[in-house]
């Protein structure tokens, strides 16, 4: 079975400081790994995702990560923060196939202030 | 154009009154889900379908019953609410060919059973 653990449940930081929310997942099989964004009282959005290929990607809002599959790590990092990402965010794993469920952490809490 | 939609958006009852939530998604996709984030903001699947036939139904009540009528629709119906019950539900719908797993959500109905 797979399972995310992000390991960090609050992160405050100020605005234009880096950034990184970890998370490692856990699985006996390829799976595909995911980041969304919760802003509040809101949906889900997609910020990123890691099918295959390159380990680096890059999504929306400045914000990228890196697949590391030797430590199962797939950590998001932005170089500079704004007060508008204040979110929560979350970490997810799916094997991709038909209706198969996403599998998600219990996300960070990330709070921006000046 | 909102790619998935719930209604209602916020809904509030009282314990042992039967409520549904409805879903669409104008995507094409399909498969729809449905998810549970709890207070803490863990979020959980519940069901999903794929062309209306149900995949996964993981351990929920069965006072709890997905229905789809159409690939476009994904209604979650509630009996005999709880207290226990009280969370947001999230529908979100993705494509089996090409869609490798990225889910798309809607914006959450909040269920407060009083």
């Known amino acids: 079975a797979q399972s995310v653990t992000q390991l960090d449940s609050q992160v405050p930081v100020f605005e234009e400081a880096p950034v990184e929310l970890r998370c490692n997942y856990s699985?006996?099989?390829?799976?595909?790994l995911f980041w969304y964004v919760q802003y509040p009282n809101q949906g889900l959005q997609l910020l990123l995702k890691y099918l295959s290929g390159s380990t680096l990607v890059k999504g929306i809002n400045g914000f990228e990560a890196e697949f590391n599959k030797s430590q199962t790590s797939f950590h998001l990092r932005k170089p500079s923060v704004h007060i508008s990402d204040t979110a929560e965010y979350f970490c997810?794993?799916?094997?991709?196939?038909?209706?198969?469920?996403?599998?998600f952490g219990k996300g960070t809490t990330l709070s921006v202030s000046s | 154009d909102t790619a998935v939609s719930q209604t209602p958006k916020y809904l509030v009852t009282q314990m042992g009154n039967d409520k549904s939530i409805k879903c669409e998604q104008n995507l094409g996709h399909d498969t729809m889900y449905w998810y549970k984030q709890d207070s803490k903001k863990f979020l959980k699947i519940m069901f999903s379908?794929?062309?209306?036939?149900?995949?996964i139904n993981e351990t929920v009540p069965n006072r709890f019953s997905p229905k789809s009528p159409d690939k476009a629709h994904l209604n979650l119906h509630i009996n005999s609410l709880e207290l226990g019950d009280s969370a947001v539900y999230f529908c979100?719908?993705?494509?089996?060919?090409?869609?490798?797993?990225?889910?798309?959500f809607g914006p959450g109905t909040r269920l407060t059973v009083l």
């Open positions: 379908y794929n062309n209306k036939e149900l995949i």
């Open positions: 979100a719908s993705s494509q089996i060919a090409g869609g490798r797993g990225e889910q798309f």
């Open positions: 997810a794993v799916t094997l991709g196939q038909a209706g198969t469920a996403l599998i």
């Open positions: 699985s006996s099989v390829s799976v595909y």
